[in-house]
T-cell receptor
Framework: GDSVTQMEGPVTLSEEAFLTINCTYT??????LFWYVQYPGEGLQLLLK?????DKGSNKGFEATYRKETTSFHLEKGSVQVSDSAVYFC?????????FGKGTRLHILP | EAGVVQSPRYKIIEKKQPVAFWCNPI?????LYWYLQNLGQGPELLIR????????DSQLPKDRFSAERLKGVDSTLKIQPAELGDSAVYLC?????????????FGEGSRLTVL
């Protein structure tokens, strides 16, 4: 069945470092892809999305490109901030069924 | 605009007791989801409603879990009797049906501890 695999955490970086969180998916066809973020004490919220191959989603300095060839949707940010500390979930949507990865916890040190 | 509201935020019960969680989705969102999130894991779908109809309940353990969405707005998720393994966060989410991107709006969750 459809599934999402993302890199295990926690990931610890210093402020202003470059961030990559890997995500690959298994699905038939071409699902929509998402990154959701869960800040401490808050509910999950959509960070960015891409609905078709080669689309690039972006928000708050984060970017991810839908790569059909490698079935990947890696999350990147050029310069992280302490406020980016959170848990990040990669997800796919097929027929309104949203499937999430296990999440990657990110710690940013000042 | 108000977001998805869930209650209670926290609940501690003893095993074999019943528990219920309530969710009020964003106004106008006719699709409602209940997800289960275990510690260190991603959310897993329990049930999805389109208006009043449960269109996907294949992952709901029907021997002890039940859900309803009367009038296609608020929803209640019940566990009876609760087991130790039910300790988790129960998330409610809503979305606009037919939205091709499938963006979900989540509540803050209800954290259940079963002793």
């Amino acid at each position: 069945g459809d599934s999402v695999t993302q890199m295990e955490g926690p990931v610890t970086l210093s402020e202003e470092a470059f961030l990559t969180i890997n995500c690959t998916y298994t699905a038939t066809g071409y699902p929509s892809l998402f990154w959701y973020v869960q800040y401490p004490g808050e509910g999950l919220q959509l960070l960015l999305k891409a609905t078709k191959a080669d689309d690039k989603g972006s928000n708050k300095g984060f970017e991810a490109t839908y790569r059909k060839e490698t079935t990947s949707f890696h999350l990147e940010k050029g310069s992280v901030q302490v406020s980016d500390s959170a848990v990040y979930f990669c997800a796919l949507n097929r027929d309104d069924k949203i499937i999430f990865g296990k999440g990657t916890r990110l710690h940013i040190l000042p | 605009e108000a977001g998805v509201v869930q209650s209670p935020r926290y609940k501690i019960i003893e095993k074999k007791q019943p528990v219920a969680f309530w969710c009020n989705p964003i106004s106008g969102h006719n699709t409602l989801y209940w997800y289960l999130q275990n510690l260190g894991q991603g959310p897993e779908l329990l049930i999805r409603y389109e208006n009043e109809e449960a269109v996907d309940d294949s992952q709901l353990p029907k021997d002890r879990f039940s859900a309803e969405r009367l009038k296609g707005v608020d929803s209640t998720l019940k566990i009876q009797p609760a087991e130790l393994g039910d300790s988790a966060v129960y998330l409610c989410a809503s979305s606009l049906a037919g939205l091709p991107t499938g963006e979900l709006f989540f509540g803050e969750g209800s954290r259940l501890t079963v002793l």
